[in-house]
């Protein structure tokens, strides 16, 4: 995920809240396998690694078709030269980062 960050004029990744879901759903999809294992009766850690298994689909979904949807709404603002102006920016950016854009410079 990556969000505009208006003060820098950038997109920077943004990971933070899609990454706390997963390590949620994660943690509670093991506890369920340990509780089905451990707990009696069984089916609470089954039904536990249910739940994990289906809020995962539903988050898979839920931004699949989020993206979608973002994506029809900004298509008439979008041309050709937009795309290449934000390719080259990001290519610059990429470089920049690595540290290249001084090499050769003298």
């Not at 995920?1 to 899609?18: C, L, S, T």
């Not at 839920?62 to 290519?91: M, V």
Request: hydrophobic residues 45%; aromatic residues 10%; proline residues 5%.
């Amino acid at each position: 995920m990556y969000k505009y960050n208006p003060k820098k004029n950038r997109v920077q990744p943004h990971y933070g809240p899609i990454s706390m879901i997963l390590a949620a759903c994660f943690i509670l999809f093991v506890w369920g396998l340990i509780a089905s294992a451990v707990i009696r009766p069984a089916w609470i850690g089954v039904a536990a690694s249910c739940i994990a298994e289906q809020a995962l689909l539903l988050m898979c979904i839920f931004l699949t078709t989020a993206t979608n949807r973002r994506f029809a709404l900004t298509k008439p603002y979008i041309d050709e030269t937009l795309i290449k102006q934000a390719w080259l920016d990001s290519k610059k950016q990429h470089i920049e980062s690595l540290g290249l854009a001084s090499r050769g410079r003298t």
